[in-house]
């Protein structure tokens, strides 16, 4: 049993379309982070959220995290090709715990 | 500023051999993670350290696998008596203590004959 879903799986869209991914969980995080992965090397942090309702931006990415901290979303405007890759949310419950990675979303921005 | 380190990045085995695998983390950073992934899937966890100390393994098989992370030098994961089902990419991440982030080797990557 997966401890975080993302959703949707798979997302392929046309390069200037906006999107939303979604990391999803029963359990509650202290902090929930976004990685992307691309294909090769290894996930690089976009964000780290720890705050009910926090909502950061990164350039074109809009991150958001659930009021009762167990669901956050990434929302890209925009999409261009240098924005595919995998997609990997993960929660931490406390401090000292490991990090819990999602099954991650796999998007492609086709030109 | 170097980022984590790790070696080999590309590692063949034979059944029934060794694989060791080594993550040096960033420079001031002192908790060490483990993850494994197969192809098409996210990270699965393994082992969690600290400097001469484990503090989370619970993501980690009880045969065949151990880790350390010694007062010097870099944290290695050991694979003994290796089998097909453990190929995979083995990540290391690093932290610096007390901030929930982790930064990421680039894997090595274990193919098991």
């Known amino acids: 049993t997966q401890l975080l879903e993302q959703s949707p799986q798979f997302l392929s869209i046309q390069e200037g379309e906006n999107l939303t991914v979604y990391c999803n969980s029963s359990s509650v995080f202290s902090s929930l982070q976004w990685y992307r992965q691309e294909p090769g090397e290894g996930p690089v942090l976009l964000v780290t959220?720890?705050?009910?309702?926090e909502v950061k931006k990164l350039k074109r990415l809009t991150f958001q995290f659930g009021d009762a901290r167990k669901d956050s979303s990434l929302h890209i405007t925009a999409a261009q090709p240098g924005d595919t890759g995998l997609y990997l949310c993960?929660?931490?419950?406390?401090?000292?715990?490991?990090?819990?990675f999602g099954p991650g979303t796999r998007l492609s921005v086709l030109p | 500023n170097a980022g984590v380190m790790q070696n080999p990045r590309h590692l063949v085995r034979r059944r029934g051999q060794e694989a060791r695998l080594r993550c040096s983390p960033m420079?001031?950073?002192?908790?060490v993670y483990w993850y494994r992934q197969l192809p098409e899937e996210g990270l699965k966890f393994m082992v969690y350290l600290q400097k001469e100390n484990i503090i989370d393994e619970s993501g980690m098989p009880k045969e065949r696998f151990s880790a350390e992370f010694p007062k010097e030098g870099p944290s290695i994961l050991r694979i003994q008596q290796v089998v097909r089902g453990d190929s995979a990419a083995y990540f290391c991440?690093?932290?610096?203590?007390?901030?929930?982030?982790?930064?990421f080797g680039e894997g090595s990557r274990l193919t098991v004959l």
């Open positions: 993960a929660g931490a419950r406390d401090y000292g715990q490991n990090f819990v």
């Open positions: 959220v720890v705050t009910g309702g």
């Open positions: 991440a690093s932290s610096p203590q007390g901030e929930r982030k982790l930064f």
């Open positions: 420079k001031g950073h002192s908790h």
